[in-house]
C-alpha cells in the first residue's frame, strides 16, 4: 500500500508560479513511477507529466510542456510539479498517482494503483 498526499496548491494570478509536492509513504517509492493528473472544473480528468523510477525520464502533455516541470528525490519520497507561467485555464485539483510501469496519456490514469486526495489550484486574472 501506498499513500500519497498532496500539498502546494492554492491561489495564484495569472502568469504567476506554484510548486506542488506529493509526498509518498508505504513501499518502496523508488520503484513507482510517479504521475500527475488533473481535473478542471465540469471536465475530465486530464493527463499532466510522468516520471520515471530514477528520474531520467519524464513526459508530459503537449499544453504543459516549457511551462510545468516533474521531478523526484526518492530520498525524501516526494515528487514534484513546478508550474510557471500559469494561466486561467489550469485551475484544476491536481492529483499524484503512482504505478509500476512507466505510462503517459490521459488513458493511463485507468491504470494507476495508488491516488492522492488532490490539492486544489485557482488561477486568477
Known amino acids: 500500500q501506498v499513500l500519497l498526499v498532496e500539498s502546494g496548491g492554492g491561489l495564484v494570478q495569472a502568469g504567476g508560479s506554484l510548486r506542488l509536492s506529493c509526498a509518498a509513504s508505504g513501499r518502496s517509492f523508488s520503484s513507482y513511477a510517479m504521475a500527475w493528473f488533473r481535473q478542471a472544473p465540469g471536465k475530465e480528468r486530464e493527463f499532466v507529466a510522468v516520471i520515471s523510477q530514477d528520474g531520467a525520464k519524464a513526459t508530459y502533455a503537449d499544453s504543459m510542456k516549457g511551462r510545468f516541470t516533474i521531478s523526484r528525490d526518492n530520498a525524501k519520497n516526494t515528487v514534484y510539479l513546478q508550474m510557471n507561467s500559469l494561466k486561467r485555464e489550469d485551475t484544476a485539483v491536481y492529483y499524484c498517482?503512482?504505478?509500476?510501469?512507466?505510462?503517459?496519456?490521459?488513458?493511463?490514469?485507468?491504470?494507476?494503483?495508488?491516488w492522492g486526495k488532490g490539492t486544489l489550484v485557482t488561477v486568477s486574472s
Open positions: 498517482s503512482a504505478d509500476p510501469l512507466y505510462c503517459s496519456g490521459d488513458g493511463c490514469q485507468e491504470y494507476m494503483d495508488y
